[in-house]
């Protein structure tokens, strides 16, 4: 199974600065005939079901604030979020769908400073 | 749109059989690409991928699970069923089921039901 492993763990920035969260896979998620990285952000917030933001590792979902952005291949990984605002406190995970079974990480939990 | 709801037990006691059905509208499950899943969180826990069926029938489970899963479909009542077997205060989590279509992972989800497990 390929492993997820999120950084950090937790992370409070204050209102307007840049949060960046990272993600390692055990094994490379970019497809070679297509060249596709297979990986996903999704961010939850309290009672709610995660909410898909990025996939593709680099294409913001329709809707999502271009505040959220998401970068990296092969197995390093990076979500962005520009300019942090308040509704953005939450939990964000990142998931490969390379190869089943599909993983997640252990999520990155995001406060205001 | 594309919607989803689980519906389920919301208790069990332990050794119990859980079912749980995927009721979804706005899409077909015979359409090529499509695909249902079911994910569960344990309260205050991560999100944790449990399987997965696509369009096709080719099914695929969770490795450390898998013995104890089992999906499928009915694409005239557009429902997917996920069972567990031998249920355990563990297994307490809310599950959810989503759907995935070309290639990109899930992008609608349901609300989620509540399952608990205990004596």
């Known amino acids: 199974d390929i492993v997820m492993t999120q950084s950090p763990d937790s992370l409070a920035v204050s209102l307007g600065e840049r949060a960046t969260i990272n993600c390692k896979s055990s094994q490379t998620v970019l497809s070679n005939p297509n060249n596709k990285n297979y990986l996903t952000w999704f961010q939850q917030k309290p009672g709610q079901p995660p909410k898909l933001l990025v996939y593709?590792?680099?294409v913001r979902e329709s809707g999502v604030p271009d505040r959220f952005s998401g970068s990296g291949s092969g197995t390093d990984f990076t979500l962005t979020i520009s300019s942090l605002q308040a509704e953005d406190v939450a939990v964000y995970y990142c998931q490969q769908h390379y190869s089943s079974p599909w993983t997640f990480g252990q999520g990155t939990r995001v406060e205001i400073k | 749109q594309i919607t989803l709801k689980e519906s389920g037990p919301t208790l069990l006691k332990p050794t119990q059989t859980l079912t749980l059905t995927c009721t979804f509208s706005g899409f077909s499950l015979s359409t090529r690409g499509v695909g249902v899943g079911w994910i569960r969180q344990p309260p205050g826990k991560a999100l944790e991928w449990l399987a997965l069926i696509y369009w096709d029938d080719v099914k695929r489970y969770n490795s450390s699970l898998k013995s104890r899963l089992t999906i499928t479909k009915d694409t005239s009542k557009n429902q997917v069923v996920l069972t567990m077997t031998n249920m355990d205060p563990v297994d307490t989590a809310t599950y959810f089921c989503?759907?995935?279509?070309?290639?990109?992972?899930?992008?609608?989800w349901g609300q989620g039901t509540l399952v608990t497990v205990s004596s």
């Open positions: 593709w590792a680099s």
């Open positions: 989503a759907h995935t279509a070309t290639e990109v992972a899930f992008d609608y």
